[in-house]
């Protein structure tokens, strides 16, 4: 009961910081802000929906590919984000500043 | 200009991803009779392991990795894999693409199920290849201009 409470609770801000996310690609003015938007929030809010899940479903024969998702999404969407603005920063695309037009 | 990523992060996330990738993509192709997936999502995603090579290893580390003849040859050979099992059922007195006919050990049901395993790794294979194809060719326009 009380576990489920938390699983629900665990989800739903998990899936708040995903539309937090979809809300600042939307919004923010430029390359490099929407990819920190994704990276940061998406990451939060998929590891809170996975950590949810687990704590909902207990332990059975899905939870440890659960696990290894997590993880996997844990290391590589930082890493893909980093490297996207990485390699735009190299190209020569500016970062926007105050003032310019979006 | 186009070259590997300088960047120590890709390099350490992409060497501990690689294998992985690997591992799910023939998971993918193997797997696709009882789940999503099979031949085509699988060689995607074997395709994505080797572009995340070429994407972090200098080029003659990438280029012994999976030489860029590789593909040209991973495409005919999973179309003939495909096509060949195909019309092998014929000499055997079946139809095209019936594999029950094909002479392999078991029932109708476990013959069907071995070839369909090999169908789906010549699918894999041509899918793999063709995206890794793909991929050189674009980064290869980029690097002459």
């Not at chain 2, 294998?19 to 074997?46: D, K, R």
């Not at chain 2, 693409?97 to 699918?123: K, N, Q, T």
Request: no cysteine.
């Amino acid at each position: 009961m009380i576990v489920d409470i938390i699983a629900g609770v665990l989800i739903v801000a998990g899936v708040g910081f995903l539309g937090i996310g979809v809300l600042g690609v939307l919004r923010f003015p430029d390359y490099y802000s929407r990819t920190h938007a994704v990276a940061k929030a998406e990451t939060l809010g998929m590891l809170l929906v996975f950590g949810g899940l687990l704590i909902h479903l207990r332990l059975q024969a899905g939870t440890a590919q659960l696990v290894l998702i997590a993880v996997f999404a844990f290391l590589v969407n930082p890493t893909a984000t980093h490297a996207l603005a990485r390699v735009a920063l190299r190209r020569g695309l500016a970062p926007w500043k105050r003032g310019d037009p979006t | 200009m186009i070259g590997p990523h300088s960047s120590p992060n890709m390099r350490v996330i992409g060497i501990l991803v690689v294998p992985f990738v690997l591992m799910f993509g023939v998971y993918v192709i193997a797997h696709g009779h009882y789940g999503p997936g099979g031949g085509f999502a699988g060689g995607v995603i074997v395709a994505v392991a080797v572009i995340i090579v070429r994407m972090i290893a200098p080029r003659n580390l990438s280029e012994r990795f999976f030489p860029p003849g590789l593909p040209l040859w991973l495409m005919v050979g999973g179309m003939g894999l495909f096509v060949g099992i195909g019309v092998l059922a014929v000499a055997w007195g079946g139809d095209v693409l019936d594999y029950a006919s094909l002479p392999l050990p078991g029932d109708d049901s476990r013959r069907r199920y071995l070839s369909i395993l090999l169908v789906e790794f010549g699918v894999g294979a041509a899918v793999s290849g063709s995206m890794v194809f793909i991929f050189d060719l674009l980064a290869s326009l980029e690097r002459d201009s």
